[in-house]
């Protein structure tokens, strides 16, 4: 466990490195860097044994890490159960404060069912709330007092 997406803080990218020595180094089996190289991580031309520069190793890792990110999107909220992110049932939302700077969103997933939630600051609530209907808890100010215009994006 953990060894699934290596962390590319670990690269030095002024080094070349060997199949083996990036095994060694992300703590992955040598198949599984071959298996990179297959996919498109670049290799120095030409060269016994087969070296990769720090610099396009570590630019590989990131890219990768970015893909199994899956960020959610404005209007979307991110089930576990279904692993994806996605708009929540009825586009309903209630909002949670837990302090100041942070809360979170509550959510039904329309495939399973299951509850979703998503952490956000308030002040961004605007930035992210997409179609989503948000239902904020008593006593709480009405987000938007900011100074912001009203966001009535019916424009996606
Ligand atoms: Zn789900």
């Not at 899956?70 to 996605?86: A, D, N, Q, S």
Request: glycine share 8%; hydrophobic share 30%.
């Amino acid at each position: 466990m953990g060894k699934r997406h290596p962390n590319p803080r670990l690269v030095k990218i002024h080094r070349n490195y060997t199949v083996e020595e990036v095994a060694l180094l992300l703590g992955v089996h040598k198949n599984t860097v071959r298996k990179w190289i297959k996919q498109g991580l670049p290799t120095i031309d030409d060269r016994r044994p087969m070296l990769i520069l720090g610099r396009d190793l570590y630019a590989f890792l990131q890219a990768k890490r970015a893909k199994n990110k899956r960020p959610c999107k404005p209007g979307e909220m991110y089930c576990l159960r279904c692993r994806t992110p996605k708009p929540p049932a009825e586009n309903m939302v209630e909002y949670q404060p837990t302090t100041e700077t942070l809360g979170n969103l509550f959510g039904i997933c329309p495939d399973c069912g299951a509850g979703m939630n998503r952490r956000v600051n308030p002040a961004k609530l605007e930035q992210i709330r997409g179609q989503m209907d948000i239902t904020m808890p008593q006593g709480v100010r009405r987000i938007g007092d900011s100074g912001h215009p009203s966001v009535n994006s019916d424009s996606r």
